[in-house]
């Protein structure tokens, strides 16, 4: 294994340990978006989808294009496919039961739900 910056890891595995942020990559899936379009699709507040968009940005999950009339979002594909095909080959390797337990047409719906529940990470 590679050496790796702990905080380095740290820093961008707590941008995506978050609901909300999780569920914008989620909606970001289907092309660039403005936050107006983000917070409708979550049915979210501006400022709680701006608030969280930050992290995104800041590991580069997530990047921002001002165009000077709006400034939209889209994913960083090549940092977001391999996680997601990481996460799928996980999944199905050890988690294959996880797919059942929702299905994928209630997969968007479950992820506005959690996105709207406050989740607090303490930090030392």
């Known amino acids: 294994m590679k050496e790796f910056s702990n905080e380095a890891y740290y820093m961008f595995f707590s941008a ?3 609901r909300t942020r999780l569920a914008i990559i989620d909606v970001l899936k289907d092309g660039p978006k403005t936050v107006n ?7 979210q507040d501006e400022d709680v989808v701006l608030e969280n968009l930050k992290p995104l940005v800041r590991c580069v999950a997530v990047l921002s294009e ?3 009339e709006k400034k939209t979002y889209r994913l960083n594909k090549a940092i977001v496919e391999p996680l997601s095909e990481l996460l799928e080959f996980h999944t199905g ?3 294959p039961s996880f797919t059942k337990c929702i299905p994928a047409e209630k997969l968007r719906e479950y992820l506005k739900e959690e996105a709207a529940r406050t989740t607090y990470i303490e930090h030392e």
């Open 16 to 18: 995506l340990a978050n």
């Open 37 to 43: 379009e983000i917070s409708k699709a979550l049915e």
């Open 66 to 68: 001002d165009s000077g």
């Open 93 to 95: 390797k050890y988690c």
